[in-house]
């Protein structure tokens, strides 16, 4: 996982430093749009804490495609987990409102349950829709469809889709 993450951040390196300063640099970030997800949860027990920073580049006003990174704390009784995330994301709006998304996300768990630790990593292959409710803000339903109940740490291969992107 480790050599992934390297990886992952020296591509992002390259691609940061290897801009040059003309006009092409500035098309560029003007069609970069940035967002993710922020999480925080308590309850009985309980404590969850969850961030997801994404980034997308618009090809033009049909087509985006754009990468992510997450990570994910939870703690419940005596279960820790910790869920490290890359993720692949295109977004297709075909027309104004609707907001059609593959996103194909590699998780890393990593879970510890009174002292004694476990790893497992697993993909995951969202097909999504979603309503725009503006240029910035879409929200809808997304489908695992490699979910396994047995290896996955979600409880439904169905989830919500809020995004938001500046």
Do not use: C, H
Not at 5 to 17: E, M, N, Q, R
Not at 46 to 67: H, M, Q, R, W
Not at 93 to 102: A, H, M, T
């Amino acid at each position: 996982m480790r050599k992934l993450l390297l990886i992952i951040t020296l591509f992002l390196s390259l691609l940061t430093f290897s801009q040059n300063e003309n006009d092409d640099t500035n098309t560029f970030w003007k069609n970069v749009r940035f967002g993710g997800g922020l999480g925080l949860g308590f309850g009985n027990n309980t404590t969850t804490f969850a961030i997801s920073p994404t980034a997308v580049y618009d090809f033009n006003e049909k087509f985006s495609l754009g990468a992510g990174v997450g990570y994910q704390y939870s703690k419940r009784d005596n279960v820790k987990s910790n869920v490290f995330s890359v993720s692949l994301l295109s977004l297709f709006n075909p027309i104004n409102n609707i907001q059609l998304s593959v996103e194909f996300e590699q998780l890393f768990l990593n879970q510890s349950f009174e002292g004694v630790e476990s790893q497992t990593s697993y993909p995951a292959l969202y097909l999504g829709g979603a309503y725009r409710v503006s240029d910035n803000v879409s929200l809808g339903v997304r489908y695992d469809v490699l979910y396994n109940s047995s290896g996955s740490i979600y409880a439904s291969a169905i989830s919500p889709i809020v995004r938001v992107f500046f």
